[in-house]
């Protein structure tokens, strides 16, 4: 079946550039989806197909997807990035959904 | 707007079974392209997908619990229902119902719900 790693933990300082990365077998063949969840709430998309925005989620996100290698973006990070954040894919030859592990991301 | 809620009990007996249900609003689960899926957190645990169901009924489970695992629909009430059998103490988590999106190079949840609690205990 289908895998993808993340990082356990980021770290990054206020107003600096977070990355997250999304590591599986050419994933980039796939389109990843990114999830914010912070405690005691429910998730929430922040990127999708790889670099698209929903409504309401500000362009400091964005995404990338190449090789074995997908990449959440987060500029100018702020404390309220604070959260656990997941990636996602639609593995079609078993017709699964499959998500990382999260990253912790921590602002200092 | 688009809208899920979870309902179950929040405490079952090892060796029972779990009935959980979610109920949407703001979409129609008989609409091509629209499907629901329910999703587990154990505490301080990773995202795990348990099961997902489409709009024309064709379903998916997680191969390491589809033994256990039983989604349906009922589009009149428009809900989704999960049943899991032989539930154990690693089976607590917060159990999340979203809808996913199917087609055309979307294939990701828009919408979550709450999510609700379920601790197995005896």
């Known amino acids: 079946s289908y895998e993808v790693i993340q990082p356990l933990s980021v770290s990054v300082a206020l107003g600096q550039t977070a990355r997250i990365t999304c590591g599986g077998n050419?994933?980039?063949?796939?389109?990843v989806h990114w999830y914010q969840r912070k405690p005691g709430q429910a998730p929430v998309v922040v990127i999708y197909?790889?670099?698209k925005w929903p409504s309401g989620i500000p362009e400091r996100f964005s995404g990338s997807n190449s090789g074995n290698t997908a990449t959440l973006t987060i500029s100018r990070a702020q404390a309220g990035d604070e959260a656990d954040y997941f990636c996602?894919?639609?593995?079609?030859?078993?017709?699964?959904?499959?998500f990382g592990g999260g990253t912790k991301l921590t602002v200092l | 707007q688009v809208t899920l809620r979870e309902s179950g009990p929040a405490l079952v007996k090892p060796t029972q079974t779990l009935t959980l249900t979610c109920s949407l609003s703001?979409?129609?689960?008989?609409?091509?392209?629209?499907?629901v899926s329910w999703i587990r957190q154990p505490p301080g645990k990773a995202l795990e997908w348990l099961a997902l169901?489409?709009?024309?009924?064709?379903?998916y489970y997680s191969t390491s619990l589809k033994t256990r695992l039983t989604i349906s629909k009922d589009t009149s009430n428009n809900q989704v229902v999960l049943t899991m059998t032989n539930m154990d103490p690693v089976d607590t988590a917060t159990y999340y119902c979203?809808?996913?999106?199917?087609?055309?190079?979307?294939?990701?949840?828009?919408?979550w719900g709450q999510g609700t609690l379920v601790t197995v205990s005896s």
């Open positions: 979203a809808r996913f999106l199917y087609g055309d190079s979307v294939y990701y949840f828009d919408s």
């Open positions: 703001g979409f129609s689960l008989s609409t091509s392209g629209m499907c």
């Open positions: 169901i489409r709009w024309d009924d064709d379903k």
């Open positions: 050419n994933i980039g063949s796939k389109n």
């Open positions: 197909t790889d670099s």
């Open positions: 996602q894919v639609w593995d079609s030859s078993t017709a699964h959904v499959v």
